[in-house]
């Protein structure tokens, strides 16, 4: 019985597990095109059941199908022994009742198909081995796609190379677009620059037009992060939640480009028709979005007899692929449509109609028509066409302005066009000459009558049997007709054979060659006959007649041929020089960016490829990936045709608009982004400093992570104490000085950015005294710049604490040694290497601290100062956290922050009033919360809910009983005693209620000796989740909304 279900179970497992890679094969079918399922399969095996992996492998290798290569495979033979040693068994079980003739028949055929098997079997291992090789050469790391490298380095921007995008699931769309844009010089200016005055953002009532500014201020932040970010590629969550609302399924499938830039445009044209200034909300003729994207073109024809003309406005021009090889001509089928003849009522007016472009935008969008829906399955399927397209496209013959001299050039291409197909017609019938279904060459037709006419007949000599074979009998007859007399001899014959023979087959099964030599053989064999077809009798006039004939009739028709590819090849020079008139090369557009697209109509992935002009070459962007390519490569997977990838979306720049391109006498070494950075706002500029912090700060933290890692060899005793972990083989004081440079370079590198601008102020003073003039100017301004600042009065809403550290430490009286030897430390930070002059300060300040020594600092009480100011910033963090948390109803997150925050702050307060954050306010909201969790959990209690009971039990216990201990065992308030009071009254009132049932009654027995007694219990508190450190821009913003928020929601008095 265990057996039988131990088998079920492995079949149900088996039947599972099959059902899952069917459909992995049938997803990877509809990716990749492939329907071939062992392909399929051997693709999916290779990549170890990975999807991706499994794509790759089939559409960037071009790998090519089982079908086409396994010919080409030898068996092993290791596996041909194999086959031999199996043949006869399987021979003499498949027949073992037949004649020998028979089964050595059904033998060869055997053998022939267990061959073929082997080739299969051998096919399939060097494909399997194939793609396994390919995956490993070809597939990208997984660090490298997802950013997830351990090397903390490679997080970081190379110079000024482009950022890439993260992928936060099916939004490669969504990179491809941004990116295409943001290359657009004009384009970034316009979106980093948008703003809109401080009453119309306040007046704006349409959910449509907060959501269009919203998406905008957005698309700023990001669009400054790829400016001037330190990181390799930016996180674009923040622009595609908006995004994502206006799409219904945008989390379950990839979106359609087209669509998405529509979208896109359409919100940033509504945004910045807000920042117009103009009388009608319909005029759009000033809107920066449709100078830059938009055009018009003019449609003029004849439909059923009326002529009709109109202008329309276009965004994005449609163009159909199927029927068209190139981009050019995808443009005049859009241009012309309909046959354009006379009429023969009025020889001036044409049918059909024709569109001309009057005004082009700067930068030019084609939408490729890659998709069409298929009636007959009822889906979308792709085209995989190919389409060509030049770096380069002259505009000028479709402009309205050039219509009179385009009408006359497209005539002509008609009749020459006309021409080519006449010609085409003549050479067909030269080239499938005959009224057969086959047909062939009229050349190669009369080479092989002459070749037939020339064949000799080889002499015969006759045989003794042929001379025996009587006149009535015919070589046919001889051979077709004793045929089956003979057969049926062999069979008589064979049947009175004994069964030794079939034992002796067993045991000595027979070769190949004589399963060949037991075949049925024919009893003749036509040797009179001729290897190649001849003419039986021909005289020396007629194949003279002939030869002459012939041979001058294939020189006329091979001539004749010839003439017909030269005049067809020069007509279709001149198609290609028709539009190559200078007048029609003044409006040049070039390429800029194209959109791909790999994959089938419900599924796929997209990347750009797009041209950087400073660096004068093509770049991949491909998610994270930002790589140089080439002309060749975009090629490759853009033109289609080859492979599942092909070209989807094509942006075209006006080449004689210099300010809508990049600066080509800007080298990329110069540095193009961070020159735009300085010209941002403020607020954009501390919104890239302030990621750029976040992210040392990740990277620090990553570093001592790896440190932990890392096995220490005679770790010191004091080591395990120590803040920071130090090397092996340091002793304690080395231990303690790397411990004060974390907290001190930590502190520096939070003010790098003031320190920056202390710098920056010192440019006369660097040219004309020199670094050590210049240190001494920015160290002095500095320090007077925090001095004022720190007795400045402090407000509710703003604590200058917060922004730098000698702030804290002038206002707590720190010794003067501690506060010149911290801000010199500042100017010695290693992040401050902007340019030369900053490099010279650094390294002049970094020698001034190398010549301060233990006399001149006391590096413990220096120690201790920075520590303090780490657990002020700590306790700020968590005072913030725990009132927004409160604010938002979660009282039991919100509590554990109040409560570490209040025990951390009295340690500071011991050490003066100004060492830590406002006592009275933590305690007010750390009270509050404990009245709510407290209402919470007796409302939980009295419900009579298992649950319910159960988890305000725990409530109680966790959270409401351990903070009342705290309270009470430290020097406890009036306000606190109070609200104590009030929480053990709402207990001990349920004591001896008739409608509570004895189990609750029970359990309120326990709880009531702890609510009511402090002073048995030892009290662990738990650190709360830690939470990244601010910069101080944010902390201090932070601070300042939080202040404002409470005061405002509920006002605040403290005493």
Not at 99 to 105: E, N, R, S, T
Not at 484 to 502: D, F, I, R, Y
Not at 951 to 959: M, S, V
Request: include cysteine.
């Amino acid at each position: 019985m265990t057996a039988e279900l131990q088998a079920e179970a492995e079949a149900g497992a088996a039947e599972s597990q099959g059902t899952n890679c069917q459909m992995l094969l049938n997803r990877l079918g509809e990716i990749t095109g492939i329907q071939d399922p062992s392909f399929l399969h051997a693709a999916l095996k290779a990549a170890n059941g990975d999807l991706t992996d499994a794509v790759n492998f089939l559409t960037e290798e071009c790998v090519k199908e089982p079908g086409q290569e396994a010919v080409a495979v030898e068996p092993s033979d290791c596996e041909g022994s194999a086959v031999g040693k199996e043949q006869p068994t399987n021979v003499i079980d498949l027949t073992p009742d037949n004649k020998d003739d028979l089964q050595a028949v059904i033998a060869l055929s055997f053998l022939e198909s267990l061959e073929v098997q082997a080739v299969e079997r051998d096919a399939n291992r060097a494909h399997k081995a194939n793609a396994a090789e390919n995956k490993n050469r070809s597939k990208r790391k997984r660090c490298e796609v997802w950013g997830e490298n351990p090397k903390q380095n490679d997080w970081r921007r190379v110079d000024d190379w482009p950022v890439g995008m993260k992928n936060i699931g099916n939004t490669c769309w969504f990179s491809a677009v941004i990116q295409s844009l943001f290359q657009l010089p004009e384009f970034r200016r316009l979106v980093l620059s948008y703003s809109l005055p401080q009453s119309m953002l306040e007046n704006c009532r349409s959910r449509s037009e907060k959501r269009n500014i919203a998406f905008m201020q957005e698309l700023q932040c990001l669009f400054a992060l790829m400016l001037g970010t330190h990181r390799k590629f930016v996180d674009p969550t923040a622009s595609l939640e908006l995004l994502k609302g206006a799409f219904k399924s945008a989390d379950e499938q990839q979106q359609d480009v087209s669509e998405v830039t529509h979208k896109l445009l359409d919100w940033l044209e509504d945004a910045f028709q807000l920042s117009v200034n103009v009388n009608s909300p319909r005029d759009k003729s000033e809107n920066p979005m449709v100078q830059l994207f938009y055009g018009t073109f003019l449609t003029e024809g004849v439909h059923e007899g009326k002529t009709f003309s109109k202008i329309e406005t276009f965004g994005q021009y449609p163009l159909q692929v199927n029927g068209y090889r190139n981009l050019n001509e995808c443009l005049e089928g859009a241009m012309v449509e309909g046959e354009i003849e006379p009429l023969p009522s009025d020889q001036s007016v044409k049918y059909g109609q024709e569109r001309w472009f009057t005004k082009l935008p700067p930068v030019l969008t084609f939408e490729l028509s890659r998709f069409e829906f298929n009636q007959s399955l009822g889906q979308p399927e792709k085209i995989h066409n190919k389409l060509e397209f030049p770096q380069i496209i002259y505009m000028d013959r479709y402009l309205y302005s050039s219509k009179e001299i385009i009408q006359k050039k497209r005539e002509e291409m008609r009749k020459l066009r006309k021409q080519i197909a006449v010609l085409q017609q003549k050479l067909e019938r030269y080239m499938k000459y005959g009224s057969g279904p086959s047909r062939f060459p009229l050349p190669d037709m009369l080479q092989y009558v002459l070749e037939f006419a020339s064949t000799k007949l080889p002499l015969v000599v006759p045989s003794a049997q042929d001379s025996q074979m009587t006149p009535a009998q015919s070589p046919a007859e001889s051979c077709g007709l004793n045929e089956p007399l003979q057969q049926n001899s062999v069979l008589e014959t064979e049947s009175t054979e004994n069964t030794e023979g079939a034992a002796s087959t067993l045991i000595n099964p027979p070769s190949q060659e004589e399963l060949m030599s037991k075949l049925p053989q024919p009893s003749c064999l036509p040797a009179e006959m001729p290897e190649c077809p001849a003419p039986c009798v021909v005289t020396e006039e007629e194949m003279s007649l002939v030869r002459t004939c012939l041979q001058r009739w294939r020189s006329e028709i091979e001539q004749d041929i010839q003439d017909l590819k030269d005049c067809i090849t020069r007509i279709n020079q001149s198609i290609g020089q028709m539009y190559g008139d200078p007048v029609l090369r003044q409006v040049p557009y070039r390429l800029h960016a194209v959109l791909v697209h790999e994959g089938q109509a419900n599924a796929g992935h997209y990347w750009a490829y797009i041209y950087d002009q400073p660096r004068k070459s093509w770049l991949k962007y491909n998610d994270i990936s930002v790589t140089e390519s080439s002309w060749e490569e975009l090629e490759r997977d853009s033109y289609g045709g080859l492979r599942n990838a092909s070209a989807y979306c094509l942006m075209y720049i006006n080449d004689k608009l210099s300010h809508f391109v990049a600066d080509a006498a800007a080298d990329a070494e110069t540095g193009q982004f961070q020159k735009e950075v300085e010209l941002l706002p403020p607020e954009l500029q501390n919104y890239i400093q302030e990621d750029n912090w976040r992210l040392e700060q990740e990277v620090e933290e990553w570093e001592q992570e790896q440190s932990c890692k890392i096995p220490q060899i005679e770790p010191s005793a004091t080591s395990e104490s120590q803040d920071f972990t130090s090397e092996s083989g340091q002793d304690q004081s080395s231990g303690c000085e790397h411990s004060i440079r974390s907290l001190s370079s930590e502190h520096a590198r939070i003010a790098k950015d003031q320190t920056a601008q202390a710098i920056a102020n010192t440019a006369d003073a660097y040219e004309k005294n020199g670094v050590e003039a210049a240190l001494c100017e920015a160290f002095h301004e500095e320090y007077s710049r925090l001095y004022l600042l720190a007795k400045e009065t402090p407000t509710p809403h703003n604590d200058p604490r917060l922004q730098h550290v000698l702030i804290y430490f002038l206002q707590n009286n720190a010794p003067k040694q501690v506060v010149e030897r911290t801000l010199l430390e500042q100017f010695a930070d290693r992040n401050l290497s902007y340019d030369e002059r900053s490099i010279s300060i650094m390294q002049v300040a970094r020698a001034k601290l190398k010549e301060i020594g233990p006399d001149d600092v006391n590096m413990e009480e220096y120690k201790k100062w920075h520590e303090d100011y780490s657990l002020f910033r700590k306790v700020s963090v968590y005072l913030l956290t725990g009132l927004e948390l409160y604010q938002n109803r979660k009282y039991q997150e919100a509590l554990t922050y109040l409560v570490y925050a209040y025990q951390s702050n009295t340690s500071l307060l011991m050490k003066g009033p100004n060492r830590g954050v406002d006592e009275s306010l933590i305690a007010l909201y750390r009270r509050k919360c404990l009245l709510k969790l407290n209402d919470m959990a007796a409302a939980l209690f009295v419900s009579r809910a298992e649950a319910d009971v159960l988890e305000g039990i725990n409530i109680l216990n966790e959270l409401i009983i351990p903070c009342m201990h705290l309270i009470i065992n430290n020097d406890i308030s009036k306000d606190d005693l109070d609200a104590i009071e009030v929480m053990r009254n709402r207990w001990c009132s349920y004591l001896g209620q008739e409608d509570m049932d004895a189990n609750l009654q029970t359990k309120l027995g326990e709880l009531l000796p702890r609510l009511l007694d402090c002073s048995a219990e030892v009290v662990i508190l738990k650190e709360p989740p830690k939470i990244r450190p601010n910069s101080p821009y944010d902390l201090c913003s932070r601070f300042a909304a939080v202040m404002e928020s409470i005061h405002g929601a509920a006002p605040v008095t403290v005493k």
